[in-house]
């Protein structure tokens, strides 16, 4: 058996060998990282309308009476009370406030519920679920292995995904979506969920439905998308997409031992919530203050800070770069890093490349602003 061969694959798998995609081993499945590019990619997302197979993400369907209060007591943003077809983002942490996984909760019922979780974690949040499940009251199906994803991205998204035939009656629903809300719909192998979602910063969709219906939804998708230029995209394009908008990525921003008071995404968390796992020790993190906060850094010598290079400021170790890359949409290297709190906005700072120091300075966030409105991940303030 060889290496690929232990790897998942998803409905789309053999679509992307066949038409030419960079193949790489991610969070257990084998994903397309690039087509014709990282950078043609990236433009066709924020320039027209891009597609994106994210089967390997994890979905978790949690249902019954006592679902509601449960899976509120889980996560640390409020979901109690909200509307059926609302999509909250949350984190899911540890009893010390630190972060399990970053998550989507779709609202689709009164007593239905689905949790959308990363691939590279998603073992580890099914278990935490299936252990922390009441004795009555709650159950869970996990449907990641049955249930396929993509992503429809970019200022020409709505238009696209209004053409698919089997969503011919609800064009008027796409078009009065609001953002992170959703519906669901029959489709030729069962239900699908159509949500007003994304990870680029793009006006876009996300539609889950059956395996069986995955490659003929993503080549429709590309027929009736040719005269507005939709591409495929792999994951690089996805990374320098979320990055320039400053959207956390677990396993760089967001971590085990990285609380969302530190990420930046403490807008995401109900302190006055009566109770959830983590509660008190991000209660006390929020009262004496966060050791570290993340910033944008600007690099303004010359050089690529990638992701573990120290970060430097008057000469003294304060943190550690999390992300960083050259931003194909505003043309230069930048970074996001997370630092000591006491690290001034306008101190000497440099990043520590290969023992070389790179001069950078702290700029304001995101680097790009999202042209989705009403994204909180976009609008946080510095800590």
Not at 159 to 183: K, S
Request: hydrophobic share 45%; proline share 5%.
């Amino acid at each position: 058996m060889t290496a690929s061969d232990a790897l998942k694959t998803t409905p789309l798998t053999a679509w992307h060998r066949a038409h030419g995609a960079k193949m790489v081993p991610f969070a257990g499945f084998e994903m397309p990282v690039q087509y014709e590019g990282v950078l043609a990619e990236h433009a066709a997302v924020r320039e027209r309308v891009g597609l994106f197979d994210i089967t390997h993400m994890g979905e978790i369907f949690v249902t019954g009476p006592d679902a509601e209060a449960w899976l509120d007591g889980l996560i640390t943003n409020r979901i109690t009370g909200v509307e059926v077809g609302k999509v909250t983002y949350t984190a899911m942490c540890r009893a010390d406030g630190g972060v399990l996984d970053d998550m989507l909760v779709y609202r689709l019922g009164a007593e239905r519920w689905l949790v959308v979780c990363n691939a590279a974690n998603h073992a580890k949040i099914a278990a935490w679920l299936a252990d922390h499940r009441p004795a009555a009251g709650v159950a869970l199906d996990d449907a990641s292995d049955r249930t396929a994803l993509i992503a429809v991205q970019g200022p020409d998204s709505r238009d696209l995904v209004g053409r698919l035939a089997h969503l011919a009656a609800h064009v008027d629903t796409i078009g009065g979506l609001d953002f992170y809300t959703c519906f669901t719909c029959d489709g030729p192998g069962g239900e699908w969920l159509v949500s007003r979602t994304g990870y680029t910063g793009e006006h876009g969709y996300e539609i889950y439905l059956p395996h069986a219906d995955a490659v003929a939804v993503w080549e429709e998708l590309l027929a009736q998308g040719a005269d507005l230029g939709v591409a495929p995209i792999g994951l690089a394009a996805r990374d320098t997409l979320r990055f320039e908008v400053g959207y956390c990525l677990y396993g760089h921003e967001l971590g085990e031992d990285i609380t969302p008071l530190e990420a930046g995404i403490g807008w995401a968390m109900r302190l006055k919530k009566p109770a959830f796992v983590g509660k008190e020790a991000l209660e006390v993190q929020k009262r004496t203050g966060v050791p570290r906060k993340l910033v944008c850094l600007e690099i303004t010598g010359r050089g690529i800070a990638r992701q573990d290079a120290r970060v430097l400021c008057d000469g003294r170790d304060v943190g550690y770069v999390t992300s960083g890359t050259h931003s194909p949409t505003l043309k230069q290297a930048l970074a996001l890093a997370l630092v000591a709190s006491d690290v001034p906005a306008d101190g000497d700072l440099a990043v520590d490349v290969r023992g070389k120091p790179i001069a950078c300075r702290i700029t304001t966030f995101p680097f790009l602003s999202a042209r989705t409105k009403g994204d909180p991940r976009a609008e946080r303030s510095l800590p």
